[in-house]
């Protein structure tokens, strides 16, 4: 299958971007600890956007997740309606934009397990464990 991922790199000592990173990394993990079988998608996609919003970060103008290897399930979004099911392989990108700036975006893929979720991607494997 194919897919994608993403990651934001910092060059330099940049408190401003990194602290923004920091954030969404926060979402993400957030968005992560909903994910198993039986939530509803469109709980994937609302709380790293609200988290971001509670943090005085823009929002981001594109989906919060889509299927890794096809473009069926999931899409994470918050206008889509089913559930999160066992062996669904999605790519997740909670992100944020500043005007003018640039932007931070992580994008790991994600596998639904039966007890929850596993991070696919082993960089961020490595980079979202506490």
Not at 43 to 55: G, Y
Not at 121 to 130: D, G, N, S, W, Y
């Amino acid at each position: 299958y194919d897919g994608c991922v993403a990651h934001t790199f910092i060059a330099g000592q940049s408190k401003y971007w990194k602290d923004i990173l920091e954030k969404v990394k926060h979402a993400l993990r957030l968005g992560l600890e909903q994910a198993r079988p039986g939530i509803p998608v469109s709980v994937l996609d609302e709380v790293p956007r609200n988290e971001l919003k509670k943090q005085g970060l823009p929002d981001y103008p594109h989906l919060t997740g889509h299927p890794v290897g096809g473009f069926y399930k999931p899409v994470i979004a918050d206008f889509i309606d089913y559930n999160l099911e066992v062996n669904m392989v999605f790519a997740y990108e909670p992100a944020t934009y500043i005007p003018s700036k640039g932007g931070v975006r992580i994008e790991p893929h994600i596998l639904v397990t039966d007890s929850g979720y596993e991070i696919l991607t082993e960089f961020h494997k490595k980079l979202l464990t506490r």
